[in-house]
């Protein structure tokens, strides 16, 4: 059976294939948004960068015992042999049937002075919940890594800020809608989601420090970084498990910068999606609360194509070349067809 579209996101369409109805296939497309507003506007192959850097970090965060994932599926051999044709290879995946929990996880290690999210910090110095010491200076690193949360908004509606603690309620009503529930489990929910709430956040502030700590050695600094989490069931124990969902530490979901231009007091270079969010802002004026998205120049888009591909190989040693060319025989291999 061919894929059945059945949803579309921001920034990703989803698929069914009715011969493995145990699964859903994701396809990472070239769309993006700003402040959670879809722009009319692709970056160039940025579904397939963004889809094998999260898949990167995913394995990296599984086997370093993080968290696990529940992509059962990323190579055009495993693909095809599930009904995904060629025009989605490199850029979709197959992941076990999962439930969102409708939390973003966001981390902060470094104070972002022209992020909106720090307009709090600069009200009263307190980061939803976190208590900050005043004076901050622009991109200055935080004592200790903070832990921002936001509550889900639908597809062009922005996401709520909140606190660890409006964490839990919402964890609360996750579990009365998806699991089946004990009277025992029922009169304890308060305390199992304060456990599971607490758990999200703890697995969201290990994988920053993991990430962090690996890319300082490649010359990168994550300035701060959105996570996404869900639960499967688990097929030897029939149990749920907590999975990372959506994506890892890519550059739509992550300030990324250089140490080597790095400096304390000043916006720093972008080299992910800010290089968009400055220029709508800055140079076309634009403000999400009251405008529709702008057309964006060609230039800007094939800049930030070039700074997502750029950011893959300093991670990963993996260039554009390597990435499209693997895919490429991969394809071939999928087909058992070498073509020279």
Known sequence: MALELISQGETS?????????HLKFVERTDAFSV????????????GVVLNQMSNTWMKLLEKAGIVQNPIIASDATSLSKLG????????????????????????????????????????????????????????????????????????NEPDSNISFADTIPIVQQYLLETAELSD?????????????????????????????EYALQKDIIIADAK?????????????????????????????FWSTKSYQVGRAQPSLDKQIIKRYARRSLKWDSLKDAPPTLPKEILLETADAYWNMYQKLFNRDFVGVTSDIAWDMNFAHQTVLI
């Not at 402040?35 to 940025?46: M, N, Q």
């Open 13 to 21: 369409n989803y698929y069914r294939n009715t011969d493995f109805p």
């Open 35 to 46: 402040d959670d507003i879809i722009f009319p506007d692709k970056i160039p192959l940025k």
């Open 84 to 155: 995904v044709d060629d025009k989605f290879f490199g850029r979709m995946i197959a992941v076990q049937e999962c439930s969102p929990i409708p939390i973003e996880c966001i981390v902060r290690g470094y104070y972002v002075e022209e992020a909106k999210s720090w307009d709090a910090y600069k009200q009263h110095r307190n980061m939803y919940g976190n208590v900050l010491p005043p004076g901050l200076k622009d991109s200055q690193k935080l004592y200790q890594a903070i832990y921002t949360p936001s509550a889900k908004g639908t597809v």
């Open 184 to 212: 025992e489990e029922l009169s304890g929910l308060y305390a199992i989601s304060f456990s599971i709430a607490q758990t999200i956040r703890d697995i969201s502030m290990r994988a920053y420090h993991f990430a962090h």
């Open 227 to 255: 996570l996404e989490f869900g639960t499967v069931i688990d097929t030897f124990t029939g149990k749920r498990k907590l999975v990372i969902i959506s994506e890892a530490f890519t550059p739509d979901s992550c300030r």
